[in-house]
C-alpha cells in the first residue's frame, strides 16, 4: 500500500472521517468540487447509503460524474430540494451548501468540505465566508452523535485568509464539553493550508 504523502490534508479528513463513516451512512460533500471527496464517501457508505453532494458550478458537477461513472457508481442530480426523501445512492446537487438544511432528512455522520477555488476552472470564483458559515452550521447542528465535520482550508487565494479566520473561529468556539476538535497545518510553507475536525461527542 502507497502511504499519502504526509502533507496531503485532503487524504487526512479522509481518513480520518473513515474511521466514523460506515455503510449505510448518510455523508455529506460540501463542496464536490473534481468529485474526489464524493468518491470517497460514496466507496464508504455503500450502495444502501447516501451522499450528497453541493456545488454551485456545473462544470464542477459534470467533473464529479464522470469520476463516479468511470468507478461504476450512477449519480442523482438536482436542481432544487426534493419533494420527498432522497434515495440510496449520490446526489449530485447544483444548490448553494448553504441551503443544505433543506436537503437533509436524517443526520449524516460525516461532512467534509473543502474551501477555496475549483481547481482547474475560476479562481474568482470561491467559496465565501457567509455562505461557508451557514452551511458549516448546519452541518454541525445536524451531525450524527459521534460524526465528524472535516473542512480543508487554502488560505493563498484572495478571500482565503478572511475565510480561514471566521471558520476557525467556529471551531475554536465548539464547547469542549460537546466538541472535540483537532487542527492539522502544513507547517514549513509561506501559505499554508490546514484541517479542522470537529468530532461531535456520543
Given at each position: 500500500?502507497?502511504?499519502?504523502?504526509?502533507?496531503?490534508?485532503?487524504?487526512?479528513?479522509?481518513?480520518?472521517?473513515?474511521?466514523?463513516?460506515?455503510?449505510?451512512?448518510?455523508?455529506v460533500d460540501l463542496t464536490a468540487g473534481g468529485g474526489r471527496d464524493t468518491l470517497f464517501l460514496a466507496r464508504r457508505v455503500g450502495p444502501e447509503g447516501r451522499v450528497l453532494s453541493f456545488d454551485?458550478?456545473?462544470?464542477?458537477?459534470?467533473?464529479s460524474a464522470g469520476l463516479l461513472t468511470n468507478a461504476g457508481i450512477s449519480p442523482f442530480f438536482h436542481g432544487a430540494p426534493p419533494a420527498s426523501p432522497l434515495p440510496c445512492g449520490v446526489h449530485l446537487i447544483h444548490d448553494c451548501h448553504s441551503r443544505l438544511e433543506n436537503y437533509l432528512d436524517a443526520s449524516p455522520s460525516a461532512v467534509i468540505a473543502n474551501l477555496g477555488f475549483?481547481?482547474?476552472?475560476?479562481?474568482?470564483?470561491?467559496?465565501?465566508?457567509?455562505?461557508?458559515?451557514?452551511a458549516l452550521g448546519c452541518a454541525l447542528e445536524s451531525l450524527a452523535p459521534g460524526g465528524r465535520l472535516a473542512v480543508a482550508v487554502y488560505v493563498g487565494h484572495p478571500g482565503g485568509a478572511k475565510e480561514g479566520r471566521v471558520v476557525e473561529d467556529l471551531f475554536q468556539s465548539l464547547p469542549p464539553q460537546r466538541w472535540q476538535v483537532l487542527r492539522l497545518q502544513v507547517f514549513n510553507c509561506a501559505t499554508p493550508p490546514f484541517l479542522l475536525i470537529a468530532e461531535k461527542r456520543s
Amino acid at each position: 500500500m502507497v502511504p499519502f504523502p504526509l502533507t496531503s490534508i485532503v487524504s487526512r479528513a479522509q481518513e480520518l472521517l473513515g474511521e466514523v463513516l460506515n455503510a449505510g451512512e448518510l455523508a455529506v460533500d460540501l463542496t464536490a468540487g473534481g468529485g474526489r471527496d464524493t468518491l470517497f464517501l460514496a466507496r464508504r457508505v455503500g450502495p444502501e447509503g447516501r451522499v450528497l453532494s453541493f456545488d454551485i458550478q456545473q462544470e464542477a458537477l459534470t467533473r464529479s460524474a464522470g469520476l463516479l461513472t468511470n468507478a461504476g457508481i450512477s449519480p442523482f442530480f438536482h436542481g432544487a430540494p426534493p419533494a420527498s426523501p432522497l434515495p440510496c445512492g449520490v446526489h449530485l446537487i447544483h444548490d448553494c451548501h448553504s441551503r443544505l438544511e433543506n436537503y437533509l432528512d436524517a443526520s449524516p455522520s460525516a461532512v467534509i468540505a473543502n474551501l477555496g477555488f475549483l481547481p482547474g476552472g475560476d479562481k474568482a470564483r470561491t467559496t465565501l465566508p457567509a455562505t461557508t458559515l451557514a452551511a458549516l452550521g448546519c452541518a454541525l447542528e445536524s451531525l450524527a452523535p459521534g460524526g465528524r465535520l472535516a473542512v480543508a482550508v487554502y488560505v493563498g487565494h484572495p478571500g482565503g485568509a478572511k475565510e480561514g479566520r471566521v471558520v476557525e473561529d467556529l471551531f475554536q468556539s465548539l464547547p469542549p464539553q460537546r466538541w472535540q476538535v483537532l487542527r492539522l497545518q502544513v507547517f514549513n510553507c509561506a501559505t499554508p493550508p490546514f484541517l479542522l475536525i470537529a468530532e461531535k461527542r456520543s
